[in-house]
């Protein structure tokens, strides 16, 4: 790691492990972030192997169905709240929301590190909850079900309660930075799309969240002192910890998507070479995401004995969300369009992205009909549509991100071809995974069944196949990390040619306090000019 | 220590002008303070739910809370919330001597609040008015679904108190600081920020107050 000598950066100004657990500078805890969420990724990865493994078979094939009870709900409280939720913000966010807006940190740097300290605790006490007794009601700690289990409930519902807090004070931080600290001349219009995509979501973090802190706490005093506010036995109302639980989660999967359409209006943009088709029409469908997402939450209750006429009105609200989406898919095929496009690393995650996340939006809208929901409520069908919408769109876009600022963070560049080959077997092992979930639950798969029908376990193994392909493209993708670490060729300041401040502005790896002069900001983002450069693969000289 | 003219605005390294720094943490805060309220959101909805179900155990229920008690409590925490602003008014004209006398005024009357908490809760587990499985009182009508009135009752009251204890802590850091010399005319925006919280506490308890004592 020679270049980290040579000229100074943020990563050589301080040295020394306690330089990095004390460090304030938004770009350390950036990466900081992003190693734990990949940890958490890793481990709730392996667990999602394990559950795909188990279903080779009807029947057990190696776990008992108590342990497969407690895998798919660590599987998917880790992925939710330790790995996606605060993914992309946490992460990509904090390390280039600043340099985007030409700041020289987020506006409260110690909130911003007792944040990811808050994280830390947090998902080191769900991950010890697992050794005392993993907890098996699924993600969604229903009621009256997680009331009664013997398993540590009140241990992981603390956990996902402190991370909560993570999550509110990193959105503070950011509105208050997108609002207060943008550099000279930068007005709201001349702001990126990443930014406009995170303010989206701290407003949801913001807003939502606390909800969620307050549901949780209820269920622990519920299960400490039966106070009776969930459980029927003593006259609550299960229904309500529904409508609670939703009123936060369903803004959640914003929180998921919003950062992850962030991402990919800078990727498309870049590698087309070409300004964003439609700048205001994307900036505010974010924006007008994050407000319909606080009205659809019904929209996991049609089932649940809610009134016909709120399953209609909540059936209305969330066909709503499909135009704000649908506006952000055609300008980016309209940013497309005659671009000077090139199919490099990112770029591959930012089209897989385009391909799956239409898929999963559209399956979307069939879950929010009211009729055929009835059919597919909690079957794989379900399962299928937000694993497209979580993984195919958030966690490429994710995958993506990573890759395009990796030589901005590192100053490294990362291998090209091995970048290829991951992204393409991680396009197709999920789709193998995924795609043949759909046909399973329209056949009438129930989600979270240990046992199912003989007729149903060619798909199975369909799917478990694609699952492990899958695992082995993250692989791929970790060793080219760890690859350009070590022996990645230096990076210029802006190797994809890109426009906003983080590449013309500061060098790569930047310097620790971001820019040597105050940038002045005087146009638009993305203005290619006439003759944009064309990027192909990473053979091209530096800035 | 009566004046402080030399408290200088300690302008952290990332903000341009102390005016960007004092708008960047008024609007953190302000974010906090909805957060806050979404907080309780959640509780008032509940209570919302089972008033709405339960009209006529809720009316009777609550004519087990002292509303005089409850009354002195109110009037307690709106004084308190006066001695912050006039806190922050000393600050501004840099009479320090002031602001630690309100700063001083308004701990006590934290406190204060908290000494009448205690002697309702101490009459409420004596006459057995407790949430959920605790609820011994046998004097109530309908116990299977008044003790939801008092579980209610306990949240609310009870994470309000969380706040009181947190606002008293934080007065008393910024008193310390106030005594320190630490601000003046120049700098004050933490007794802004900590007048801020404390507002919000009091606003909460102005809603809790109606909603629990005095349901007609």
Redesign the interface.
Same mark, same amino acid.
């Given at each position: 790691m020679t270049i980290y000598e040579n000229k100074p950066s943020y990563l050589n100004e301080q040295k020394g492990l306690t330089s990095w657990l004390f460090t304030l500078d938004h770009k350390r805890i950036g990466i900081m972030y992003l190693a734990s969420i990949f940890f958490f990724f890793i481990v709730g990865g392996i667990f999602a192997l394990l559950l795909r493994t188990e279903l080779l078979t009807p029947g057990k094939t190696f776990l008992e169905a108590k342990s497969y009870n407690q895998f798919f709900t660590l599987h998917g409280t880790i992925m939710v709240f330790l790995v996606i939720i605060p993914g992309i913000p946490a992460s990509l966010g904090n390390f280039v929301l600043p340099l985007q807006l030409g700041?020289?940190?987020v506006?409260?740097?110690r909130?911003n590190l007792m944040s990811y300290y808050i994280y830390v605790f947090g998902s080191l006490l769900a991950v010890f909850s697992i050794f005392l007794g993993a907890i098996d009601t699924g993600w969604t700690f229903y009621a009256p079900y997680s009331l009664q289990t013997q398993e540590k409930v009140v241990m992981m519902v603390t956990a996902a309660f402190i991370l909560g807090f993570s999550s509110?004070f990193t959105? =503070?931080?950011f =509105?208050?930075?997108i609002?207060?600290?943008r550099a000279p001349g930068m007005n709201w219009f001349k702001m990126p799309l990443f930014v406009w995509g995170i303010y989206a979501t701290s407003i949801i973090q913001?807003?939502?969240?606390?909800?969620l802190? =307050?549901?949780l706490a209820?269920i622990v005093?519920e299960r400490l002192?039966? =106070?009776?506010?969930f459980d029927p036995t003593?006259?609550?109302?299960p229904i309500?910890f529904q409508h609670?639980f939703w009123f936060y989660s369903h803004p959640a999967v914003y929180i998921m998507i919003l950062p992850g359409m962030a991402i990919i209006s800078e990727l498309i943009t870049t590698f087309s070479q070409k300004k964003i088709f439609g700048y205001r029409l994307i900036a505010f469908s974010s924006i007008a995401i994050a407000i319909i997402s606080f009205l659809v939450w019904g929209h996991h209750m049609f089932v649940s004995g809610q009134s016909a006429l709120i399953g209609m009105i909540f059936s209305a609200l969330t066909f709503l969300v499909a135009i704000p989406s649908g506006i952000k898919v055609f300008n980016w095929v309209a940013t497309l369009y005659k671009g000077s496009i090139s199919f490099a690393t990112p770029m591959l995650y930012a089209l897989s992205f385009l391909f799956l996340f239409t898929i999963g939006g559209l399956t979307g809208v069939f879950l929010a009909v009211l009729s055929v929901d009835v059919h597919l409520h909690d079957t794989y069908f379900v399962v299928a549509h937000f694993h497209y919408v979580m993984v195919g769109g958030t966690f490429m876009a994710f995958l993506g991100g990573v890759y395009y600022w990796w030589p901005k963070m590192f100053g490294k560049m990362y291998d090209e071809r091995i970048g290829q080959l991951g992204a393409w077997l991680v396009f197709l092992g999920f789709n193998l995974t995924f795609f043949v979930q759909f046909y399973l639950g329209s056949q009438g798969m129930p989600r979270r069944y240990y046992n199912y029908l003989q007729q149903f376990q060619t798909l199975h193994v369909i799917s478990t196949m694609g699952a492990y392909l899958l695992g082995l493209g993250f692989l791929v993708v970790l060793i080219n990390w760890i690859h350009a670490l070590f022996y990645g060729k230096v990076a210029p300041a802006n190797p994809f040619h890109a426009t906003t401040l983080e590449w013309t502005h500061a060098s790569s790896p930047p310097i620790a306090h971001n820019f040597v002069r105050?940038p002045i900001v005087t146009e638009e983002p993305y203005c290619y000019g006439d003759e944009p450069h064309h990027i192909h693969g990473l053979a091209h000289k530096g800035a | 220590m009566a004046k402080n003219e030399e408290a200088l605005f300690p302008l952290a390294d990332h903000f341009a002008t102390p005016y960007q720094q004092v708008e960047s943490s008024k609007l953190g805060m302000w974010l906090f303070l909805a957060t806050e309220i979404l907080l309780f959101g959640g509780l008032f909805t509940a209570y919302s739910v089972y008033a709405y179900a339960h009209p006529g155990v809720f009316k009777e229920a609550h004519r087990y809370l002292d509303v005089t008690l409850g009354m002195t409590n109110t009037i307690v925490l709106l004084f308190s919330s006066l001695t912050v602003v006039l806190a922050i008014h000393a600050a501004q004209k840099d009479k320090i001597k002031w602001v630690v006398f309100n700063l001083g005024l308004t701990i006590v009357c934290a406190a204060a609040f908290l000494v009448v908490k205690y002697f309702e809760y101490a009459h409420k587990f004596h006459a057995g008015l407790l949430p959920g499985r605790y609820f011994t009182n046998a004097t109530i009508s309908n116990p299977d679904q008044a003790h939801i009135f008092f579980g209610i009752y306990f949240l609310m009251t009870g994470l309000h108190g969380i706040h009181v204890v947190i606002g008293i802590g934080l007065l008393t850091w910024i008193l310390l600081r106030a005594i320190k010399g630490d601000f003046g005319s120049q700098y004050y925006l933490p007794i802004e920020i900590s007048g801020l919280y404390w507002h919000l506490v009091d606003v909460i308890w102005i809603f809790l107050f109606p909603l629990l004592y005095l349901i007609r």
């Open positions: 700041a020289k940190d506006a409260f740097p909130l509110i959105g =503070i931080n =509105i208050s930075t609002h207060k600290l913001v807003m939502a969240t606390p909800v802190g =307050i549901t209820l005093v002192i039966k =106070i009776g506010i003593l006259g609550g109302d309500l609670f105050q | -």
